[in-house]
Structures are given as C-alpha cells and as structure tokens.
C-alpha cells in the first residue's frame, strides 16, 4: 500500500513539474509576444500592497469563466464545462505563476501568505524527498531531460 501511495504521488508531482515548467514558459514567451516587459519590470518593483492587488488580479479574470463552467455543467453539458474549468485552471496557473514569480518578496512581507507559503513549500519538499528515488520518479525525470533536449535541438 505504501509503494502504491508513493507512486501516486510521484505521478502527481512529476504532472504539477511538468505543469509548473511548461506554464511559466508559456507566460514568459506570452509576456514577451505581448510585449509587457515593463509592466513585469514595474510589477517585480511594486509595493507589497500593489502586488497583493495585482495577485488578485489573475483570479479575478479566472473567476467568471470557472463561474462559466459551473454553469455548462448545471445545464448538463458535461463535457463542455470540464474542459472549461480546464481551460480556466491551465490560464490561472500561468497567469498566477507569472505575477507570483514577479512579486513574491513582496507578498511574503504579508505574514498570512508567507505563512501559508512556507508551509506549503515545506510539504513539497518532503513529499519530493519521499519519491525522489522512486522508480517511476527517476524514470519520469530522464523523459523530461530527454524530451527538453529533443525540442531545444529541433529549435535550434
């Protein structure tokens, strides 16, 4: 049972890695298309007070399309909501990651988040610790190692 637990949950950190990877890139290279270098530059520079506003600002786009998804599942239209509420976890990720990244000494001077921060990060790393060696972890790393150098070498 225990090689079972940690094997879920190598699974689901090597999906939130992979995740995290993938969205913050795709927020790097959306903020460098959409050309908002200085307002990255102006966010990472902000005061804790303007972070927080500008941490709520990703959840308050998010909201009305989980509200959204709500209501196509209400209205039995199962598929469509799922894929909505998808959709609208995948954006908030990356949009949360980018601002959260930009402006996390900021939001740490907040007792409450860095609280929650630190405790949270502090379960990571001991559920990473846990299936670091696992088989399926070790495995999951080297694809990852392997698929980055695939794509940069077809890029290049």
Same mark, same amino acid.
């Given at each position: 049972?225990?090689?079972?637990?940690?094997? @879920?949950?190598?699974?689901?950190?090597?999906?939130?890695?992979?995740?995290?990877?993938?969205?913050?890139?795709?927020?790097?290279?959306?903020?460098?298309?959409?050309?908002?270098?200085?307002?990255?530059?102006?966010?990472?520079?902000?005061?804790?007070?303007?972070?927080?506003?500008?941490?709520?600002?990703?959840?308050?786009?998010?909201?009305?399309?989980? @509200?959204?998804?709500?209501?196509?599942?209400?209205?039995?239209?199962? @598929?469509?909501?799922?894929?909505?509420?998808? +959709?609208?976890?995948?954006?908030?990720?990356? @949009?949360?990651?980018?601002?959260?990244?930009?402006?996390?000494?900021?939001?740490?001077?907040?007792?409450?988040?860095?609280?929650?921060?630190?405790?949270?990060?502090?379960?990571?790393?001991?559920?990473?610790?846990?299936?670091?060696?696992?088989?399926?972890?070790? +495995?999951?790393?080297?694809?990852?190692?392997?698929?980055?150098?695939?794509?940069?070498?077809?890029?290049?």
């Amino acid at each position: 049972m225990k090689k079972l637990l940690l094997t @879920l949950l190598a699974v689901l950190l090597i999906i939130e890695e992979w995740l995290w990877d993938f969205l913050s890139a795709c927020g790097h290279y959306l903020a460098l298309w959409l050309r908002l270098e200085s307002v990255e530059r102006w966010l990472s520079r902000t005061s804790p007070p303007m972070a927080l506003l500008a941490i709520a600002v990703p959840i308050m786009i998010v909201t009305p399309i989980n @509200l959204a998804a709500l209501s196509l599942l209400v209205h039995g239209l199962l @598929l469509q909501g799922i894929l909505l509420e998808l +959709f609208a976890k995948l954006l908030g990720t990356l @949009l949360v990651a980018r601002v959260f990244s930009l402006t996390k000494p900021q939001l740490l001077t907040f007792t409450p988040i860095a609280f929650i921060y630190h405790t949270v990060s502090g379960w990571l790393r001991w559920a990473h610790a846990k299936i670091a060696e696992t088989a399926i972890y070790r +495995f999951a790393k080297q694809l990852k190692a392997d698929v980055k150098a695939k794509i940069k070498a077809w890029l290049a």
